[in-house]
């Protein structure tokens, strides 16, 4: 088996698509030696070593070592230098490297072959005799942390130590001489730390560094990298060994790390940081301050690398021009300048924020390095998010009051506030408010509306504060426990620091951070980058995106981002108004129908007006009305004041309202009576519903001449008698409307699929339905007999012990739900071939959802306003 794979010099056996085998930057290494880059020769030992090692209780393959050795041999020829040799040394650097980088390896161990002789080798060779011990002493206090374990800080106290002594400050003000016995303090720690003295010799410090590197890949911190980011354990990491270039011989060199474009912004800039006469992760560690690359960066007082070495600097702008021509992306490369002369050491497609994703891909695309499909490919659809809201200014102070779950992003301040009803009355006269709750109910969906941003102490992702905030584009941090609310007091608390009602605080709805006090944000910039983009997504997909929306507010932001109609109206949400909410307690409350049909008469002007304003802003795009679906509890008058003033309009004893409303509470109210239930033993108000949708449909499509199609949509359905009978009444009140009105339009009437029942028995249910829209949110917990609203006490727990792989009301549960919708749209079109599927819920702006159904061939994804970019997106990468 061949386990060493040999790059540069002139010899290059692997390439960048062996990333499997040899590890990410052993393979780009190979790569960017192989298109004629200057990159130190060297060699990478497979992961399959590692496996291998693993396997046979830590021992290597029995022809490793003298592929090692030949391998070695090569790059000594190629340099001209022997490792070991006691005059002109060969040295290495031993780097780990896995298939995907991964913080907890082993740190790069440099300079290695260096000891009490070849160190005088180096000095006579390089005539720099402070260069040689310079070295030596990085090399000891790497080797010994890295390789030895013993703590870092030893060394660097006895450095610090040192530098008092000799009253320096800086690590370049330190000469040969005094390098020279810091080397003799530092053996002395390792023997003293380890009780083993520091190895002299080069084969055995070579075998300690890769035997250290493939130790490593079992430690604790790999491991729960690995578990947390779903990396198996058998991928393994390869090891590099790879000649040294030296960055610290002197002013006309360097290192540096740098991107190849902005990685914040995405602008077309070099962007990164170096430092003269200085090695490996200097730049990082913070001992110097780095300096920029380019002139056009930098300020008066700095050296930019344009400047102080323009050669080196020229040449690395070529090397960047072809990385990117060659990758095809931006890279994020590290680099050395020994004497004047470039060397690559690293490259890698760069990480980037949401903002620079999507320049980048853009003006790739532009400059006809990439094409639009990749454009398309490149631009991570969840991120979009980040760019349609504020977000706090990175530049500004910030004092950090408690963290929650990031459930709705944005960034928001205002001042606290503890109910729905001051929100408002603030929000009236113009206030910045954030509404703070243990928990939000739909009762407080105004004061959220009114609100800048809402907090809750109690609750997950998928609380009601997180979708119905989610839904509205408001800034929300939910279930930021380690808070205290109390009401009363209008306080709330975290340790010993107390804020009260009318203090202001600030969410950053993207981490999940509360701070105190007013952090200053900054507006989104939605440039034409992002139109471009989406007109590009929009002309790949066939996934149709409507939007999940009641007020006209809604309507009208998913319209601005691109909404194809709305795929979910609410009418529930509608009942909660201020000016509604008594007589939809008066309707559930009144026993005879007679009363009953005054409260419900009362609502229908009110219903007519919201469903006019809707189709009115979504001039013709389809409209999907669902009829009332709440269980009735959830409107029952809560406290004594309202169950009088309910008992007052209805003339009835506060006594016998009060034995109804017992009568009415449910032990299980997500099981129990609601939707088409509701619908069917209640008819009147399914009837109202109608009508209001039909006068309006009428009434819009004669003052905009639009052809507007109504889809009225029957929540809760299991059985398809249940849909018979909620569509023959519908039926009979729309014939109704349009005798009155001596006219008739098109309209549809579907139902919602969301029991497993009715995903069964789909065949049999199309017989009666228009259309399905798949209500996933209720199908999760009906398949999975899993509460929403309960589930985070322990859905979190299954999460991260690998119980399910994802939150299943975030992302669908592909085996159990997505087959049950999957075997709903085979069923239904079964019967109709033709039958419109669409799905609403959460998962409807989840790009993982709809890739799913994407490949099941719905007709239309459905979701909040904000999420409609994400799911056009998502739905065009899905086609791809
Ligand atoms: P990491 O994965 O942490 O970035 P690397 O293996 O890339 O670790 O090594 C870190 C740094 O060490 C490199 O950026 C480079 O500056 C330096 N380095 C590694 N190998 C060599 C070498 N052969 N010659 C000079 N410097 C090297
Ligand atoms: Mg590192
Ligand atoms: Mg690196």
Redesign the pocket.
Known sequence: TKWVYSFGGGLNEGGAGMRNLLGG?GANLAEMASIGLPV?P?FTITTEVCSAYYDNGNAYPTELAEQVASALHRVEKSVGLVFGDASAPLL??V???ARV?MPGMM??V?NLGLNDETVEGLAASSKDERFAWDSYRRFIQMYGSVVMGVPHHRFEDLLEQAKHGLGVTDDTAIKASDWREIVKDYKDVVQKETGKPFPNEPQEQLWGAISAVFGSWMNPRANTYRKLHDIPANWGTAV?V??????NMGEDCA?G?CFTRDPSTGENIFYGEYLVNA???DVVAGIRTPQPMSAGRATSDQSPMEKVLPEAYKELMRVRDILERHYRDMQDI?F?VQSNVL?M??TRSGKRTAAAALKIAIDMAQEGLITQEEAIQRVPPGSLDQLLHPTLDPKAERNLFSRGLPASPGAAAGAIVFTAEEVEDRAAKGEDVILVRIETSPEDVHGMHAARGVLTTRGGMTSHAAVVARGMGRVCVAGAGGITVDYKAQTMTVGNVTLKGGDWITLDGGTGAVYVGKVATIPPTLSGDFSTLMGWADEVRRLRVRANAETPEDAETARRFGAEGIGLSRTEHMFFGPDRIGFVRQMIMSDDPATRKKAIDALLPFQRDDFSQIFRIMSGLPVTIRLLDPPLHEFLPHGETELEEVATALGQSVESLRARRSALSEANPMLGHRGCRLGITYPEIYTMQVRAIIEAAIAVSKETGHAIVPEIMIPLVGVKTELEVTRKAAEAEVAAVFKEQGTTLEYLIGTMIELPRAAITADQIAEVADFFSFGTNDLTQTTLGLSRDDAGSFLPYYVDHGLLPKDPFVSIDREGVGALVRMGAENGRKTKPALKLGVCGEHGGDPDSIAFFESVGLDYVSCSPFRVPVARLAAAQAAL
């Not at 790879?242 to 960055?247: R, S, T």
């Open positions: 930057k130190p060297g290495v650097s780097r780990s490297g980088s740190d790069t440099l590099n790879q000649a040294m270039v030296f960055g290192t790390v090695q490996g992760e590290e050395t060397y050491l690293q």
